[in-house]
């Protein structure tokens, strides 16, 4: 079976395949960078790093781009109120996302834009737009875009015009000559920072000071790195509407060609059966999570469930997730894997693949993982042990030392257990078995679990 993608657009699992062959060219919403990125964020490039990763395993060559927001009006408050320069807070902001990401093994996209390297370009796609009739200026000097001037609006949330509200990010302005209309250029005011404003007649275009849009800035991004039309835009399920649609009613308003053929959403995390979020104030960011759990785990609870359905956030699932795990690692510690290169006509590899190819299944195919790692077991297999840890690299997984895994968050350091594990073995060669179930009860109450085996005792921490 050939890899099939569920299309927001069409609502249905179509067959993939690039236009250009062998090369996937694709664009993710990425990071409105003013603050520490929470979990929920980290659920999106989560989602996005297995497709690019399994795009790349089924041998294609993949552009993934994945901007940066490093101008909005949250953006610009954050700074003001720490009293620093938008690029500063910006810069600051971005390292952090950088290194929390890297945490949880997100490799990082090919190009990652930044907005407020692509004004001129945006001023360009304006000016194009307002050519074609599909842009204007208001009286408050802002710059819109006429939505009921483009026919295809709403195809992509499924609603007629009649069904949609104004959905801006930022306050709707006076002046537009629908409530639909939405901001491609907004005028400055008085009371922004400088650095948050650009002269458009310097740069040769006659919108005078302001800055972008929210939408605007995608589209031209998209286009300049991936062209007028590419394979994948993605991003999380909340941005279908206003702003995936408005980059649509954009780049097709522009071009005159669809910006991308298919369009991929990832389900949020919830808290409490709410969207985790900062406006809701029940968001936990990455730091405090990794805190908390390895960040293997972390990627193991993100990657099970499925990227189009909901993720329950809970310190219950991650503990589970984390269970679940050690299963694996403990197939990998009972027997080394060997260096194999993955057949993919082999029964359990198959299986992986197929689950895979359908709309990227990661349940089913960490259900795969754990059939192997039984047969491993069972087997003491090093090419099925390889071949496990060949599978998981798919996903990003299994790829740290199991013993530096399962012995991870113990209580005491290795000399002192090592030291308490000799102890109790001379007491069982002196047949003080209550001695030597002390010792196992003291090494218990301390986080540290003894595995006992014909070849002699290891052990794990108990979570």
């Known amino acids: 079976?050939?890899?099939?993608?569920?299309?927001?657009?069409?609502?249905?699992?179509?067959?993939?395949?690039?236009?250009?062959?062998?090369?996937?060219?694709?664009y993710v919403c990425g990071m409105t960078i003013y603050d520490l990125c929470h979990i929920g964020h980290a659920r999106m490039m989560m989602a996005f790093d297995v497709v690019q990763r399994w795009l790349k395993s089924s041998g294609y060559r993949v552009t993934y781009v994945?901007?940066?927001?490093?101008?909005?009006?949250?953006?610009?408050?954050?700074?003001?109120?720490?009293?620093?320069?938008?690029?500063?807070?910006t810069d600051e902001m971005i390292?952090?996302?950088?290194?929390?990401?890297?945490?949880?093994?997100?490799?990082?996209?090919t190009l990652e834009p930044r907005a407020t390297e692509y004004v001129p370009q945006m001023l360009d796609l304006i000016k194009q737009l307002e050519a074609r009739g599909l842009a204007y200026k208001a009286s408050s000097?802002?710059?819109?875009?006429?939505?009921?001037?483009?026919?295809?609006?709403?195809?992509?949330?499924?609603?007629?015009?009649?069904?949609?509200r104004a959905g801006e990010r930022v306050a709707v302005q006076d002046g537009k000559d629908d409530p639909l209309d939405f901001v491609l250029w907004k005028a400055a005011k008085e009371s922004e920072p400088d650095d948050a404003k650009w002269d458009a007649d310097a740069l040769g275009f006659g919108y005078g000071k302001g800055r972008p849009g929210w939408?605007?800035?995608?589209s031209a991004m998209s286009c300049q790195n991936l062209g007028e039309t590419f394979d994948i835009h993605g991003?999380?399920?909340?941005?279908?509407?206003?702003?995936h649609e408005n980059e649509i009613a954009q780049s097709e308003g522009a071009s005159g060609k669809p910006p991308a053929r298919f369009w991929v959403h990832n389900g949020f995390v919830r808290v409490d059966n709410e969207k985790m979020s900062k406006s809701l104030g029940n968001f936990f960011t990455i730091r405090d999570v990794l805190?908390?759990?390895?960040?293997e785990t972390v990627r193991f609870f993100l990657i099970r469930t499925h990227y189009r359905t909901a993720l329950n956030y809970s310190d219950a699932h991650l503990n589970d997730a984390h269970t679940a795990l050690k299963r694996l690692y403990t197939a990998l510690d009972l027997v080394a894997p060997a260096a194999v290169t993955i057949d993919w006509a082999e029964p359990f590899a198959a299986r992986f693949k197929a689950a895979m190819d359908d709309d990227f299944g990661t349940p089913e195919a960490v259900a795969v993982l754990f059939d192997l790692a039984s047969e491993v077991n069972r087997t003491r297999s090093a090419e099925l042990a390889g071949l496990l840890k060949a599978l998981g690299g798919c996903l990003g997984l299994l790829q740290d030392d199991p013993r530096a895994f399962l012995q991870a968050?113990?209580?005491?350091?290795?000399?002192?257990?090592?030291?308490?594990?000799?102890?109790?073995?001379?007491?069982?060669a002196a047949k003080n078995f209550a001695q030597a179930d002390q010792i196992r009860q003291q090494l218990l109450a301390q986080g540290i679990v003894l595995k006992d085996s014909a070849v002699g005792t290891t052990w794990e921490a108990a979570q």
């Open 141 to 164: 000097g802002d710059v819109n875009y006429a939505v009921r001037k483009f026919p295809g609006y709403g195809k992509l949330s499924g609603k007629s015009l009649d069904e949609l």
């Open 409 to 428: 968050g113990a209580g005491l350091d290795e000399d002192a257990i090592a030291a308490l594990i000799a102890q109790r073995a001379a007491a069982k």
């Open 95 to 109: 390292e952090a996302m950088h290194t929390d990401i890297a945490q949880l093994g997100i490799e990082p996209p």
């Open 235 to 243: 991003g999380g399920a909340d941005l279908q509407f206003p702003h």
């Open 291 to 295: 805190a908390k759990y390895q960040r």
């Open 1 to 26: 079976m050939s890899l099939r993608i569920f299309n927001t657009l069409s609502r249905e699992l179509e067959p993939f395949s690039p236009l250009e062959p062998g090369h996937v060219r694709m």
């Open 66 to 89: 994945r901007n940066i927001t490093d101008i909005d009006d949250k953006i610009i408050k954050r700074a003001v109120e720490r009293g620093i320069t938008i690029r500063a807070l």
């Open 215 to 218: 939408h605007i800035e995608c």
